[in-house]
């Protein structure tokens, strides 16, 4: 039977360097996991970094052990049953059933991590302070605001003040990062040959060579209204004012985010963030940051998001804490409906003829990342032009699904990252059917394929020489699992 492209054994995960990690728990994939088992969801599987037990597992129900027994020493890192205990409660709370887990499995992935980890350390490795300490802080930010507060988010995670917990998370996320470092070194130089991606192509089995679903090419143009000057210079205004009541009258800036900042992300903590130059923040945002001295509150400034009023709480070398006030000048009805005339009149020309998609992405389009491609999408998860239609987002599907090749979609009305209203047309540049794999036509996804076949092998190869060489006790009933790798070192 001809199994889809997502349920063959031989496509391998993607990401080896990042999806191997969740967020804050330390787990992995290991490396046969990953080549054997027929993911059904794989945006999960990316997300929790989990498996199915197996039949083998001799602890099948998750089965809470005593806190701060030790599970396992890997090399210079010792993981405590509480480790385990976190990793499960992540599970959970990210919506996975415990029928699904077994300890055994979150061991390994533990001990997977570690393993990595120390020889991150024993190779040089250095992962900055001011990164882990920022990825904490977002994290806590995150948990406090699906649970509603930081004793919740303490309650739930059974730790006794918010402390221990940072300390805990930093030592979580540190290993981590040094855990995927050591990874990308594994496979940075593995590339592969022509030749041994016809090996791979030729050893899978005619029966069971991928079926590729359907793939579509598409181009967009986006119509955005125009926030109105007026509009602009009313927040503008108003964030004069909040910096005067801060600077002048001694108002606190933390409450001033807290009851009139746009931004969900820190509205709730006033205004927070904790950042360094490697935050993935706004240029306009960082530059005033990191210009601006300690409890200076700057003046009002633009970037893609809106306007900031920004304060500077403390400056830890490279790592700062700010607070920020974020207003979104609106659009008026005047120009709504001027952007829906602009895109209908767009529409008729382009399904008249006169003018061509890419020419009108370039001159008309308001999505600066696509319009010198001609509208052109990149698939963010391949880096490809290709879309393939079983895995776009459902509401991109809707859109494109039942178009024709060169045909114009209808106008769409869409939201900006702000939730105002923008205007979007879409068209499909070229359809490939789905079919089965060719070597000739579909040599790039083939190769792909191989590539992180190679690599898998290069990380269980690596992996199995590191832990003959390794410092290594499991203990109690984690000595009872069945491991892909040789934990026990059983010869």
């Known amino acids: 039977m001809r199994l889809k492209t997502n349920n063959l054994k031989y496509i391998i995960k993607t990401a080896l360097c990042g999806a191997l990690c969740t967020l804050f728990s330390g787990m992995t994939i290991t490396a046969q996991e990953i080549i054997e088992d027929e993911v059904t969801n794989e945006a999960k599987l990316d ?10 597992d001799s602890i099948k129900p998750f089965q809470r052990v005593k806190i701060d027994g030790v599970a396992a020493v890997i090399g210079q ?16 709370s990210e919506g996975v059933s415990a029928a699904n887990v077994s300890q055994c499995q979150l061991a390994g992935s533990l001990f997977e991590s570690k393993l990595y980890a120390h020889h991150a350390v024993q190779d040089s490795i250095l992962v900055p302070e001011a990164e882990v300490n920022s990825m904490v802080d977002q994290q806590l930010d995150y948990m406090t605001r699906e649970l509603g507060s930081v004793e919740k988010v303490l309650k739930f995670y059974k730790k006794d003040d918010v402390d221990e917990f940072r300390k805990e998370l930093f030592e979580i996320n540190r290993s981590n990062k040094l855990a995927e470092k050591m990874r990308a070194k594994i496979i940075a130089d593995i590339d592969v040959t022509p030749e041994e991606v016809r090996e791979f192509f030729d050893e899978i089995p005619e029966d069971e060579r991928p079926l590729f679903g359907t793939e579509v090419e598409l181009a967009q143009i986006i119509i955005e209204p125009k926030v109105p000057e007026t509009e602009e210079q009313k927040v503008i205004d108003r964030l ?7 600077v002048e009258n001694g108002s606190s800036f933390a409450t001033k985010a807290v009851l009139y900042s746009q931004d969900p ?24 940051a990191f210009s601006a001295q300690e409890g200076e509150v700057s003046e009002p400034f633009k970037t893609d998001f809106g306007w900031h009023l920004l304060k500077v709480d403390k400056i830890r070398g490279e ?17 709504v409906e001027t952007a829906k005339k602009l895109v209908d009149s767009i529409r008729q020309e382009l399904v008249a003829g006169t003018i061509k998609f890419k020419d009108a992405a370039r001159q008309f389009s308001d999505e600066k990342e696509t319009r010198e491609d001609g509208g ?45 209203k923008k205007f979007k047309l879409i068209t499909v540049l070229n359809r490939y059917d789905e079919h089965i794999a060719d070597y000739a036509n579909d040599y790039l996804k083939i190769q792909e394929l191989a590539l992180k076949k190679k690599q898998i092998d290069a990380i269980r190869e690596w992996q199995d020489e590191k832990i003959m ?7 109690g009933e984690y000595r009872n699992c069945e491991y892909s790798g040789n934990w026990l070192k059983n010869e």
């Open 240 to 246: 004069n004012q909040f910096r005067e009541d801060i």
């Open 469 to 475: 060489d390794t410092y290594i006790k499991v203990n």
């Open 77 to 92: 890192h010792v993981i405590l049953d509480s480790d385990v205990n976190i990793a499960y409660q992540q599970l959970i």
């Open 265 to 288: 992300g820190s509205k709730s903590t006033g205004g927070k963030y904790t950042l360094n130059r490697q935050t993935p923040f706004a240029k306009e945002f960082k530059d005033v």
């Open 47 to 56: 997300s929790l970094a989990v498996v199915e037990a197996t039949e083998n």
């Open 319 to 335: 790592e700062i804490d700010v607070r920020h006030i974020l207003l979104i000048p609106d659009v008026t009805r005047e120009t």
């Open 376 to 420: 052109q999408l990149i698939n963010p998860t391949t880096g490809d032009t290709r879309f393939e239609l079983t895995k776009v987002d459902p509401i991109l599907y809707d859109q494109v699904s039942k178009l024709k090749t060169n045909e114009i979609s209808l106008v769409i009305p869409d939201q900006d990252r702000q939730g105002r």
